[in-house]
């Protein structure tokens, strides 16, 4: 639920705020985010995000909706010196059907969300090693 996010979110918040860091929360609040933004309702989101098996780890892709594997990559600038987001976080494999990038400002919201289709990707990015500059992946088709 939206509530359940906002509490994440704020406490991620003030947990950065008293000891500098932010926690590892980007990669949980963006697949959350991508399923929205597919416009699934969300009272079922947590019957898509929450799969058998799948751990923070799992290899391939985040979710799976209406049969279609969803890889989902985000980036937040800290909001202090030299924080611009100057990179992305290229798909390590391309076991999904499309990707989601997604682009937060220093409070969790999204500024912009781009999506990629994998025969794209694959043909725009051969080296999946390669940096991927914000610029890039906004070559895909606007989400948001």
Known sequence: MISDRNELVSVALNWEKK???MPSITSTISE???VLLLGVDEKDISSILNMPNKTAVTKGFDFKYNG???QVKANRPSGKKGSKVSKVA???NLEWDFLIWILYNTKFEIEEAWIWDVKQYATRFPDLK???HPDHIREGAKLY
């Open 19 to 21: 000891y500098g860091v």
């Open 32 to 34: 959350y985010d991508a």
């Open 68 to 70: 279609i594997r969803y």
């Open 90 to 92: 290229n798909a390590s």
């Open 130 to 132: 390669q940096r991927i």
